[in-house]
């Protein structure tokens, strides 16, 4: 057989706002690309968030924020990723990340920063390009 | 990390290990298939479920009641969710976390998405080694949720000792459709959503049905839930129980045991079979050559599919001359 696995995504919105339509466009545009998407809906916290990250086995999580609670949401999620040893995922974001912030959440380590009105294929070819492959 | 470290890490609750050899088996790697074969032995512990039915009659919801009843008698829970993927782009959704949320949190759960077509194994076979990895884990009860939609799916569920079938009042049409296999293999029934009007018409179709099915050692019980509501999971979790009893207990004990492991095998060996001839088939070329033939009406599909069969046969025989 020559098909090769998906890449598996998890898309999850962290902190309380619950307007969950840009995370579901992206969600679906990763599937369409072929890739098996674990959504997780919203108002998860980032034990949650890292929980599913691990016993999912994803080389990539998305996170989806429009609150503006980023600076203080992102750097839990990452250390609750770091504290179960999942320190080889691929980190994307997408919502209102205001310009002066960008630098610091990708200082984070979210490498992919993806504001309102991004074109998908830019999501989809970022992933593509970065995601470590499956089962390696 | 290697077969060894993968097999030594879900004997020692490692999660990261348990979700990884999960992502091996998955796959069919080599690495998978070793993790299965050293961890087979420490299997056969956990009661294994099986939860079907149609798209919407309310199966997620179900099962994370199932969970946290399970989770209340104190048991530890593996679930594995198989959601469809797409025919056209081989991706899929899985969004069966979405209701089993506050689940994520416990430390007593594990929970697996798996699309339908993610593997390059049947499904069937790909969930029952995930299963087996699950019980080998040390799960107490390992939960597999998955549509009903084709046969399988219907595979999938009766690769479990106890399969749930889940339905809904809706007609009487959607319990016929029933009828097509998936009676036969279910040792639970729950008609969901039973707030609905036609809930008990749609107990009594079912009791009928079974009525036709003739007599048989298990009876299967038939329930009425709304899930949503926690309503009929406790009489879910004790149907269970009792089926798990009447496994482990009865004189058939032995028999299920033999026929779990017997479908299997065959299941396993099918697929295998199924996939090598196939290849060598196309290596050959003779798949393409007896498809342009009966494309021409120069030759029957029947005898095609003979020849082709022959021509793997003879490929093989040569092979090992």
Not at chain 1, 35 to 51: H, K, L, N, S
Not at chain 2, 221 to 231: D, F, H, M, T
Not at chain 2, 267 to 274: D, I, K, N, Q
Request: glycine share 10%; hydrophobic share 45%; with cysteine.
């Amino acid at each position: 057989m020559t098909d090769e696995q998906a890449i598996r995504v998890l898309i999850a919105k962290p902190g309380l706002d619950g307007h969950d339509r840009g995370a579901k466009v992206v969600a679906r545009a990763l599937r369409d690309a072929g890739m098996e998407v674990i959504y997780t809906g919203i108002r998860q916290t980032p034990e949650m968030i890292a929980e599913a990250a691990l016993q999912e086995d994803v080389q990539v999580v998305g996170l989806s924020i429009l609150s503006g609670a980023h600076l203080e949401l992102f750097p839990r999620v990452v250390s609750a990723l770091d504290e179960r040893g999942v320190d080889d995922v691929l980190l994307f974001c997408g919502g209102i990340i205001p310009e002066a912030d960008i630098a610091t959440v990708q200082e984070m380590g979210f490498t992919g920063v993806f504001g309102p009105g991004t074109n998908t294929e830019a999501i989809i070819e970022f992933v593509r390009d970065h995601a470590a492959s499956p089962a390696a | 990390m290697d077969a060894a470290e993968l097999i030594a890490g879900v004997g020692n609750g490692d999660r990261r290990a348990l979700a990884r050899a999960i992502t091996h088996v998955e796959a069919d790697t080599e690495t998978g298939r070793a993790v299965l074969a050293g961890l087979y032995p420490r299997t056969g512990q956990a009661r294994t479920v099986g939860v079907t039915g149609s798209a919407g009659v309310g199966k997620s919801t179900l099962v994370g009641g199932l969970a946290r009843a399970q989770r209340e008698r104190g048991r530890s829970v593996g679930i594995v969710a198989v959601d469809p993927s797409s025919p056209f782009s081989h991706g899929a959704i899985l969004g069966d976390r979405i209701r089993m949320q506050d689940l994520t949190s416990d430390s007593g759960v594990f929970m697996r998405s798996m699309a339908s077509r993610g593997n390059l194994g049947g499904l069937a076979e790909t969930a029952s080694g995930v299963v087996d990895v699950m019980d080998a884990a040390g799960y107490d009860v390992v939960i597999v949720e998955t549509v009903g939609a084709g046969q399988d799916e219907v595979e999938v569920a009766t690769a479990t000792q106890t399969t749930v079938l889940v339905t809904m009042p809706a007609g009487g049409d959607e319990v016929q459709s029933l009828k097509a296999g998936l009676m036969e293999v279910a040792q639970v029934m729950v008609v969901n959503k039973a707030d609905l009007a036609g809930a008990d018409t749609a107990a009594t179709q079912l009791r009928a049905l079974l009525a036709i099915a003739g007599e048989r050692p298990w009876k299967p019980p038939i329930l009425k839930a709304v899930a949503r509501a926690g309503e009929g999971v406790e009489e879910l979790v004790e149907a269970i129980d009792d089926h798990q009893a009447h496994l482990r207990g009865s004189e058939h004990a032995e028999e299920a045991r033999r026929d779990l492991a017997r479908a299997q095998v065959i299941s396993l060996a099918r697929a295998a079979l199924h996939r090598e001839a196939l290849d060598a088939a196309r290596r050959a070329g003779l798949l393409e050559e007896l498809v342009e033939e009966v494309a021409a009406r120069r030759r029957d599909p029947r005898s095609a599919a003979a020849a082709l069969l022959r021509g793997v046969k003879d490929g093989w025989a040569r092979e090992r001359d």
